[in-house]
């Protein structure tokens, strides 16, 4: 099993939808989560982070955390054809900088 | 430079060759971490520095593979006696240490070895 498991995908939403995204982990002492989005061919960048329990919103993204069930999701209300892309959740054990271990992530089409 | 620089960004070498990745980091960046990244995965960790100190390298394969990073800024990936496993897209990121703040993924390196 792996450390960070996500849907590979690929999933597929019209435009304007909500696509949701997901993620779980193993690693009980976890504490930071992130989403990047990686387009083909380029190098990943990061979309959203969270450290606590609950929904942060950021524009037209949420994260979503739940540690006792060891699940982080990611929301993208309104999807645009430009959020096509792979999205990698990525987890680390501290709230700085350190080891950080990425699912394979999801492969999101939206569709016009 | 305003973000991370990887060099070269194709590197193509014969079996049993050793190669030398780099990795020039946003300027003020603490830490320094080296990913493999194989098609359709995600990053897989091989090491990081805060400052010139290797923090973890829990990720290197074997011992073929060393990184060092000397005075705190440039880092350098090292493989030694390549094998054809070991091509694939070598990415560099930094990041300051605070809490939060995001890694600043290059370019990247594409390593193929024949």
């Known amino acids: 099993q792996k450390e960070v498991e996500q849907n590979s995908g690929p999933l597929s939403v019209p435009e304007g939808a909500i696509a949701s995204l997901n993620c779980t982990y193993s690693?009980?002492?976890?504490?930071?989560f992130f989403w990047y989005r990686q387009y083909s061919g380029k190098s990943p960048e990061l979309i959203m982070f969270?450290?606590?329990?609950g929904d942060k919103e950021d524009g037209r993204f949420t994260a979503q955390l739940n540690k006792a069930s060891q699940y982080v999701s990611l929301l993208i209300r309104d999807s645009q054809p430009s959020d096509s892309a792979t999205y990698l959740c990525?987890?680390?054990?501290?709230?700085?900088?350190?080891?950080?271990?990425f699912g394979d992530g999801t492969t999101l089409t939206v569709k016009p | 430079g305003a973000g991370v620089s990887q060099s070269p960004r194709y590197k193509v070498t014969k079996r049993g060759q050793d190669v030398a990745l780099r990795c020039d980091p946003i300027?003020?960046?603490?830490?320094l971490y080296w990913y493999r990244q194989a098609l359709g995965q995600g990053p897989e960790f091989l090491t990081y520095?805060?400052?010139?100190?290797?923090?973890?390298k829990s990720g290197l394969p074997n011992d073929r593979f060393s990184a060092e990073r000397p005075e705190g800024s440039i880092s350098t990936l090292t493989i030694q006696r390549t094998e054809q496993r070991d091509s694939a897209m070598y990415r560099c990121?930094?990041?300051?240490?605070?809490?939060?703040?995001?890694?600043?993924f290059g370019d990247g390196t594409r390593l193929s070895i024949l």
């Open positions: 969270i450290y606590s329990n």
């Open positions: 990525a987890v680390t054990k501290g709230l700085a900088a350190g080891k950080s271990t």
């Open positions: 690693d009980r002492g976890s504490q930071s």
């Open positions: 990121a930094s990041s300051s240490d605070s809490k939060g703040q995001p890694q600043h």
């Open positions: 520095f805060n400052y010139e100190a290797q923090q973890d």
């Open positions: 300027s003020g960046h603490v830490s």
